[in-house]
């Protein structure tokens, strides 16, 4: 399991060195102003500052406003460019849409190549049964107080050259390493509960420590309530993705177990078979920090990041592998596949790719002792891998594997890898092993070699050497079943026989139809 984080103190910036395009693009700002006369105070807001100051690079630049909308700011920059000579710039208007955490407005400009979004400093109201704010136009400090955490409530005056904390807090809170609410926890958490996940994620990604009280307001149980209730399921799911994608997952997946949020946030369906055993969230998160060590010790560099990602989806659905729901089709549905199309609402691909890389572990922990030669192949069978063509049992590994590689494609490594983690009698007490670790690795490699031996790397790319149309031909067939079950028999010859050509397999095919006549 992920330790909990240590937290010295955190090297914080005095100031901030910008860089040259940023001074470009600053000085911009500041000519606009002098040439309108404006009285207006321009500060940069949150994520930048927070990053700058911990000495990390930024692109997201977030401008706030005191005096006026972001979209009439940026009428201003282009009547000062069109004044001077220079191109005007196209301007984009993000409406406000409180679904996806847009309050208000903001306006977009590309200012030396890089995109700006400028927004009016603002107030926060909150009602009751939403997270909906009313907004009006606030003071710097009003804006700073209403933001989700003290670390991102900092600003750049860009007309000081300086950095503001109106909380008082914001930059003791970054250098001791500390995800605190500028508001008293439970109040900010019940007006905006996704503010929850947004610590959840920021604390896992610095490696800072959840405030005490900070975590005894999110588990309590109006807090959870009102993040199941109030927040919409994209954005439960976009700040997931975001954790998962991230440089802790584990960290944040633990948080999000230890503060009782993980049936809220991973909601289940309402009826499913069998019943979920207890603690099965722990043995997720205990599979995907296998899976995440795992990673790092074949090689993170091994999987590409959307790999990464579905594989660790994949673990740490995977206690929930053969739990079913029955859909509104009367189907029954793997849960993890409800989980990600409907609780956490990312890409159905996402979902269909999760169920085949459960369904590919399970059947490579059946071939697996074939590899690894803790059983003969010659007189064996796999339940999931019955060979239609008579092959020496010297070929059946190769058919078998290449036929599994050719289901999973280009996720077959993440189907092994997390294979390796059901490769156990005892996977509970193992997972915590570190020789446990070391064996599943060896095994991954040993396995990933005997593949790549056996010249089955992308094997799923690899196009039948005959085609339907010249199978119906060959053999008299109509289209249907018996087509297809031809291009399955072919497919398995070609693995059976890598070397082999068309003409080859057509005499096959010939000498075989021939047989089944006679026998017929």
Same mark, same amino acid.
């Given at each position: 399991?992920?330790?909990?984080?240590?937290?010295?103190?955190?090297?914080?910036? &005095?100031?901030?060195?910008?860089?040259?395009?940023?001074?470009?693009?600053?000085?911009?700002?500041?000519?606009?102003?002098?040439?309108?006369?404006?009285?207006?105070?321009?500060?940069?807001?949150?994520?930048?500052?927070?990053?700058?100051?911990?000495?990390?690079?930024?692109? &997201?630049?977030?401008?706030?406003?005191?005096?006026?909308?972001?979209?009439?700011?940026?009428?201003?920059?282009?009547?000062?460019?069109?004044?001077?000579?220079?191109?005007?710039?196209?301007?984009?208007?993000?409406?406000?849409?409180?679904?996806?955490?847009?309050?208000?407005?903001?306006?977009?400009?590309?200012?030396?190549?890089?995109?700006?979004?400028?927004?009016?400093?603002?107030?926060?109201?909150?009602?009751?049964?939403?997270?909906?704010?009313?907004?009006?136009?606030?003071?710097?400090?009003?804006?700073?107080?209403?933001?989700?955490?003290?670390?991102?409530?900092?600003?750049?005056?860009?007309?000081?050259?300086?950095?503001?904390?109106?909380?008082?807090?914001?930059?003791? &809170?970054?250098?001791?390493?500390?995800?605190?609410?500028?508001?008293?926890?439970?109040?900010?958490?019940?007006?905006?509960?996704?503010?929850?996940?947004?610590?959840?994620?920021?604390?896992?990604?610095?490696?800072?420590?959840?405030?005490?009280?900070?975590?005894?307001?999110?588990?309590?149980?109006?807090?959870?309530?009102?993040?199941?209730?109030?927040?919409?399921?994209?954005?439960?799911?976009?700040?997931?993705?975001?954790?998962?994608?991230?440089?802790?997952?584990?960290?944040?997946?633990?948080?999000?177990?230890?503060?009782?949020?993980?049936?809220?946030?991973?909601?289940?369906?309402?009826?499913?078979?069998?019943?979920?055993?207890?603690?099965?969230?722990?043995?997720?998160?205990?599979?995907?920090?296998?899976?995440?060590?795992?990673?790092?010790?074949?090689?993170?560099?091994?999987?590409?990041?959307?790999?990464?990602?579905?594989?660790?989806?994949?673990?740490?659905?995977?206690?929930?592998?053969?739990?079913?729901?029955?859909?509104?089709?009367?189907?029954?549905?793997?849960?993890?596949?409800?989980?990600?199309?409907?609780?956490?609402?990312?890409?159905?691909?996402? $979902?269909?790719?999760?169920?085949?890389?459960?369904?590919?572990?399970?059947?490579?922990?059946?071939?697996?002792?074939?590899?690894?030669?803790?059983?003969?192949?010659?007189?064996?069978?796999?339940?999931?891998?019955?060979?239609?063509?008579?092959?020496?049992?010297?070929?059946?590994?190769?058919?078998?594997?290449?036929?599994?590689?050719?289901?999973?494609?280009?996720?077959?490594?993440?189907?092994?890898?997390?294979?390796?983690?059901?490769?156990?009698?005892?996977?509970?007490?193992?997972?915590?092993?570190?020789?446990?670790?070391?064996?599943?690795?060896?095994?991954?490699?040993?396995?990933?070699?005997?593949?790549?031996?056996?010249?089955?790397?992308?094997?799923?790319?690899?196009?039948?050497?005959?085609?339907?149309?010249?199978?119906?031909?060959?053999?008299?067939?109509?289209?249907?079943?018996?087509?297809?079950?031809?291009?399955?028999?072919?497919?398995?010859?070609?693995? $059976?026989?890598?070397?082999?050509?068309?003409?080859?397999?057509?005499?096959?095919?010939?000498?075989?139809?021939?047989?089944?006549?006679?026998?017929?």
């Amino acid at each position: 399991m992920a330790a909990a984080p240590s937290h010295p103190s955190v090297r914080v910036k &005095d100031m901030i060195d910008l860089t040259e395009k940023e001074t470009q693009i600053f000085n911009r700002l500041l000519e606009v102003l002098r040439h309108f006369n404006l009285n207006t105070q321009l500060r940069v807001a949150g994520g930048w500052v927070r990053d700058k100051l911990l000495g990390k690079e930024c692109y &997201d630049i977030d401008i706030a406003i005191d005096n006026m909308l972001g979209r009439e700011f940026c009428e201003k920059v282009n009547e000062y460019l069109s004044s001077t000579g220079e191109e005007v710039q196209g301007i984009g208007v993000i409406q406000c849409n409180p679904d996806q955490s847009k309050h208000l407005e903001t306006a977009r400009m590309r200012l030396f190549e890089i995109w700006i979004d400028f927004v009016n400093l603002r107030s926060e109201d909150y009602c009751e049964n939403s997270r909906i704010p009313t907004m009006r136009f606030g003071t710097a400090e009003e804006d700073a107080y209403r933001r989700d955490l003290t670390i991102n409530s900092l600003f750049y005056n860009i007309n000081t050259n300086s950095v503001e904390d109106f909380t008082g807090r914001g930059i003791a &809170d970054l250098k001791s390493g500390k995800i605190v609410t500028p508001l008293p926890p439970k109040e900010t958490f019940l007006d905006d509960p996704l503010r929850v996940l947004r610590a959840i994620r920021f604390g896992a990604r610095f490696g800072f420590a959840l405030d005490e009280a900070l975590k005894e307001a999110a588990a309590s149980d109006e807090v959870i309530a009102a993040l199941g209730d109030k927040i919409s399921r994209e954005r439960i799911g976009h700040e997931i993705d975001l954790m998962v994608s991230g440089n802790e997952p584990i960290q944040a997946v633990t948080y999000i177990c230890d503060l009782q949020l993980f049936w809220v946030v991973f909601c289940l369906p309402s009826s499913v078979e069998p019943a979920i055993p207890e603690a099965c969230e722990r043995l997720g998160v205990a599979y995907m920090d296998a899976a995440w060590n795992l990673i790092q010790s074949i090689g993170a560099f091994s999987f590409n990041d959307e790999q990464r990602r579905l594989c660790l989806y994949a673990s740490l659905f995977l206690p929930l592998r053969k739990t079913m729901y029955e859909n509104d089709k009367n189907k029954k549905v793997p849960v993890a596949d409800f989980i990600i199309r409907n609780s956490i609402k990312l890409k159905a691909k996402d $979902a269909e790719m999760v169920v085949s890389i459960h369904r590919a572990s399970d059947k490579f922990t059946k071939l697996l002792p074939f590899i690894t030669c803790e059983k003969d192949v010659q007189n064996s069978k796999l339940e999931w891998g019955k060979i239609l063509i008579d092959v020496p049992a010297t070929s059946k590994l190769r058919i078998w594997a290449g036929l599994l590689l050719r289901e999973i494609k280009e996720f077959w490594e993440v189907a092994l890898l997390v294979s390796t983690l059901l490769y156990s009698d005892s996977i509970e007490h193992e997972l915590s092993d570190k020789q446990c670790y070391a064996d599943k690795r060896d095994l991954f490699k040993l396995v990933k070699d005997a593949i790549i031996k056996l010249g089955l790397d992308k094997v799923w790319e690899v196009k039948p050497l005959v085609n339907g149309k010249d199978i119906m031909n060959i053999l008299h067939l109509k289209p249907g079943p018996d087509v297809r079950n031809w291009t399955q028999k072919i497919i398995e010859w070609q693995l $059976a026989h890598p070397a082999a050509g068309a003409e080859e397999c057509l005499e096959w095919m010939k000498e075989t139809s021939a047989k089944r006549a006679k026998l017929e």
